[in-house]
Nanobody
Framework: QVQLVESGGGLVQPGGSLRLSCAGS????????ISWFRQAPGKEREGVSC????????YYADDVKGRFTISGDNDKKTVSLQISDLKPEDSAVYYC???????????????????WGQGTQVTVSS
């Protein structure tokens, strides 16, 4: 059974940075995808970024390109999300999720994943 644990959230001022981490275990295969989603109060969960452990290809939502960077460790079990130039609208609970497929694909932003973490809160406020 796959387990995902997020960490690294917190309170940060606008313009600041955070590094979120997603530590996974129990993967049926070392080839899988891991994505980050976020959900703000009253809003739908939205895809932020995806990485494939097959070829390290990455995808980003348009509104985070240039500010967010997803990366994976060599063990293919831990994924980080470096967030810079944070804005108040980035405030949300951030979740990581994984699916047992080789590539992120054109629909990576849809919440159709096999396993989810519990989330970590990111609050951007002065």
């Amino acid at each position: 059974q796959v387990q995902l644990v997020e960490s690294g959230g917190g309170l940060v001022q606008p313009g600041g940075s955070l590094r979120l981490s997603c530590a996974g275990s129990g993967f049926p295969s070392e080839l899988h995808v891991i994505s980050w989603f976020r959900q703000a109060p009253g809003k739908e969960r939205e895809g932020v970024s995806c990485i494939s452990t097959t070829d390290d290809s990455t995808y980003y939502a348009d509104d985070v390109k240039g500010r967010f960077t997803i990366s994976g460790d060599n063990d293919k079990k831990t994924v980080s999300l470096q967030i810079s130039d944070l804005k108040p609208e980035d405030s949300a609970v951030y979740y990581c999720a994984t699916a047992n497929r080789l590539f992120c694909g054109s629909t990576w932003y849809r919440p159709s994943y096999d396993s989810w973490g519990q989330g970590t809160q990111v609050t951007v406020s002065s």
